[in-house]
C-alpha cells in the first residue's frame, strides 16, 4: 500500500515558465517532508524542506507547500530552467522514526 | 570530499550467488542507509541503522543483511540472489537536525548508486 504517491510520472514545462510537482500522503503522523532531485546515474541531492508547523518554505526559486488537511504537498520552481530537468521525489518521515518514506517519482522535463 | 562512497558501481550476478555492497561514510553521520530503486518506482527502504551495533528493517528487507561495526560502514548482504533483487542500490547517511532538536534526521546525503543485475 503506497503510503506517498506522485501522480504524475512525468510533466513538461517550457523554460521561464512555472513547474508544479505534487505528492500526496496517507498518514496524518507525517511531520517532515522533502524534496530531492535525480539526475541518471547519479544519487538524489536534497532540494528543499518543510516541516508540518509550516505551510510554505521557499529557497531560491523552489517553493514546497504543504497543505495538511489535503495531505498534500507540492514544489514549486519558478522561472524554470533546462538543467532542473530530472526526477523528482519527495520524501517523508515522522518525528523519531529516522526514515523516510520515498514516493516514486516525477520526471521533469523543462523545453528550451 | 568524499561524502557517501559505494562499491562496485555495477556488479552481475548469477541466481543464488552472494556477494556485499560496501557503504562508507566520512561526514561522522549517525543514521545510515539502504534504498534500492526499481526502474519506474520510487525509493524503497530496506534496512537502516541509526548508529554502531543498531540496525533495522525498512519496508524490503527480505533477502537481504545489514551489519554495522562502524560509524563508517554500513554494508549490505545478498546471501541468495534473485532475479527480484536487480535494482539498483543507494546508499544513504544523515544526522540528527538541529532545527527540530534532533527528533528528525537531517536531509539524506546519497552515494552515487550501484546497479545490480541477477541473471
Known amino acids: ?112 | 570530499n568524499a561524502g557517501v562512497t559505494q562499491t562496485p558501481k555495477f556488479r552481475i550476478l548469477k541466481i543464488g550467488q552472494s556477494m556485499t555492497l560496501q557503504c562508507t561514510q566520512d561526514m561522522n553521520h549517525n543514521y545510515m542507509y539502504w534504498y534500492r530503486q526499481d526502474p519506474g518506482m520510487g525509493l524503497k527502504l530496506i534496512y537502516y541503522s541509526v548508529g554502531a551495533g543498531i540496525t533495522d528493517k525498512g519496508e524490503v528487507p527480505n533477502g537481504y543483511n545489514v551489519s554495522r561495526s562502524t560509524t563508517e560502514d554500513f554494508p549490505l548482504r545478498l546471501e541468495l540472489a534473485a532475479p527480484s533483487q536487480t535494482s539498483v542500490y543507494f546508499c544513504a547517511s544523515s544526522y540528527p537536525d538541529p532545527r527540530t532538536s534532533g527528533s528528525v534526521t537531517g536531509e539524506l546525503f546519497f552515494g552515487e548508486g550501484s546497479r545490480l543485475t541477477v541473471l
Open chain 1, 1 to 112: 500500500d503506497q503510503q506517498v504517491k506522485q501522480n504524475s510520472p512525468s510533466l513538461s514545462v517550457q523554460e521561464g515558465r512555472i513547474s508544479i510537482l505534487n505528492c500526496d500522503y496517507t498518514n496524518s503522523m507525517f511531520d517532515y517532508f522533502l524534496w530531492y532531485k535525480k539526475y541518471p546515474a547519479e544519487g538524489p541531492t536534497f532540494l528543499i524542506s518543510i516541516s508540518s508547523i509550516k505551510d510554505k518554505n521557499e529557497d531560491g526559486r523552489f517553493t514546497v507547500f504543504l497543505n495538511k488537511s489535503a495531505k498534500h504537498l507540492s514544489l514549486h520552481i519558478v522561472p524554470s530552467q533546462p538543467g532542473d530537468s530530472a526526477v523528482y521525489f519527495c520524501a517523508v518521515t515522522t518525528s523519531g522514526t529516522y526514515k523516510y518514506i520515498f514516493g516514486t517519482g516525477t520526471r521533469l522535463k523543462v523545453l528550451a
